[in-house]
Nanobody, 122 residues
């Protein structure tokens, strides 16, 4: 069964930090780029906040660059998202997704997790 299971979400204060994890299974994780997407309440899912390729190349949108860090441990089949200096506008359900393509667009993702909620209080 193909799965991506996110964990680590929760409630934090403005300026706080969280570390999300994505644990894929059921497919060749090392052959896919992994992205983190977010969907804020009442809004459509955005393009990827960040991506990491199979060889460790990263991409960040301007809204998270300098605050978020994506990393992957292929040996452990895990992708991480370290989120620092969190703001209320970061509040969203965060989804981990896998794609054979190098793309920021949700439509290009092959597999999706069910999401983990991050709430940042003001």
């Amino acid at each position: 069964e193909v799965q991506l299971v996110e964990s680590g979400g929760g409630l934090v204060q403005n300026g706080g930090s969280l570390r999300l994890s994505c644990a894929p299974s059921g497919f060749n994780f090392n052959n896919y780029a992994i992205g983190w997407f977010r969907q804020a309440p009442g809004k459509e899912r955005e393009e990827a906040s960040c991506l990491i390729s199979s060889d460790g190349t990263t991409y960040y949108t301007s809204s998270v660059k300098g605050r978020f860090t994506i990393s992957r441990d292929n040996a452990k089949n895990t992708v991480f998202l370290q989120m620092n200096s969190l703001k209320p506008e970061d509040t969203a359900v965060y989804y981990c997704a896998a794609s054979r393509l190098w793309s920021v667009w949700p439509r290009d993702m092959d597999y999706w997790g069910k999401g983990t909620l991050v709430t940042v209080s003001s």
